[in-house]
């Protein structure tokens, strides 16, 4: 078995009494891309925290590359970009990086490649006040870069990115998985993690709703498919009354039906034959799939 690159159980943290994260548990195995997803106050970056071994944890175990979160063992494989990572305005991009490298006992020398890998070659000697927020980004990103990490934890790591920017990232994410490198990373934006990333984890309200890959929460999800069936003309009438549910939406007629009933209901509408002009069926979206897990917690 392949020894995971985080481990965590039953993982809990108060503040003051109120719960932030209520026995959460979840592995990220080396080369994994993890998503972490969660409404605002879920405890995405409280968790981030506890691995980083920034703030303490009330109960669970915490096993970050084999060791505790914030030993020197743990820090010298880790990688963090916070959420709102700042920097000092009066250093160059350039100058910023070095510092960091000379932190974690690296060249400072390698502060350019570092900065062209995240495409800051040319702002490099420009001081970071000057930089745009998804430059400043691009800033967190190289820092995140340093010293080869096995883990990376990446808070909101594409938020002020432009979507060219963002493909960028998951390109340099996926070289690092590739690598070997474990990736938990917390978004908002559904779309682009479930089009790069290779297991979702959604937290609600502190607790751990839903793990696995996309298909795995699709099918325990069990969200009704959309039909949308396009009439050849005069027939609209006609198919309404062989579809019962379906209701019409323009020119078109639109049904919902469960997963298990999707191919009786399609060979109803095949057996219609030349009266329709079309069919398209829609799978539940992420965001029907985020919401349905969500919600279903607490109440
Ligand atoms: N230092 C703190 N003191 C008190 N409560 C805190 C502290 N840090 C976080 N919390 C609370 O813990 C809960 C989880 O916060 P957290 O920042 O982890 O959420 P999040 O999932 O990262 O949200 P967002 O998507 O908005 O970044 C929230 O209710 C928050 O108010
Ligand atoms: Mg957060």
């Known amino acids: 078995m392949m020894t995971s690159t985080l481990k965590i159980s039953s993982l809990t943290k108060t503040f003051a009494g109120v719960p932030a994260l209520d026995a959460v548990s979840l ?3 080396p080369g994994q891309r993890a998503a972490l997803l969660g409404h605002n ?3 995405k970056s409280t968790l ?6 920034l703030i303490p944890f009330d109960s669970g175990t915490v096993d970050v590359c084999g060791a505790a979160p914030g030993s020197a063992a743990a820090r010298a494989q ?13 250093l160059t991009g350039q100058e910023q990086i070095a510092h960091y490298l000379s932190l974690r006992g690296e060249s400072p020398k390698q502060a350019l490649r570092l900065l062209e890998r995240v495409g800051l070659h040319e702002a490099a000697r420009r001081r970071i006040g000057t930089y745009s927020k998804g430059m400043r980004q691009r800033v967190g990103l190289a820092q995140a870069l340093i010293g080869k990490p096995r883990l990376l934890v990446l808070d909101e790591p594409t938020s002020g990115l432009d979507p060219v920017s963002r493909r960028d990232f998951y390109a340099l994410l996926d070289g690092l998985a590739a690598e070997g490198a474990a990736i938990l990373l917390s978004s908002h934006a559904l779309t682009e993690v479930e089009a790069r990333t290779d297991r979702i984890l959604i937290l609600s309200r502190g607790r751990m709703v839903a793990t696995g890959t996309l298909g795995d929460l699709r099918r325990t999800a069990d969200l009704p498919v ?3 069936v396009t009439p050849v003309n005069g027939y609209a009438s006609e198919i309404e009354r062989a579809l019962p ?7 078109d007629l639109r049904l919902t039906c469960g997963q298990d009933e999707k191919l009786a209901v399609l060979g109803r509408i095949t057996g219609l034959g030349a009266k ?3 069919i398209e069926v829609t799978p539940p979206s992420l965001e029907d799939i ?3 897990f969500s919600q279903r917690d607490g109440q």
């Not at 981030?48 to 071994?53: A, E, H, Q, R, Y």
């Not at 880790?78 to 009066?90: C, G, K, M, S, T």
């Open 78 to 90: 880790v990688a963090y970009l916070p959420e709102n990572a700042a920097f000092h305005p009066a």
């Open 276 to 278: 329709v002009a079309d």
């Open 245 to 251: 549910g379906a209701i019409r939406v323009g020119a």
């Open 41 to 43: 106050g879920a405890g």
């Open 48 to 53: 981030m925290k506890i691995v980083l071994g």
């Open 27 to 29: 592995t990220v195995q």
């Open 290 to 292: 985020y919401s349905h």
């Open 226 to 228: 959309t039909m949308h």
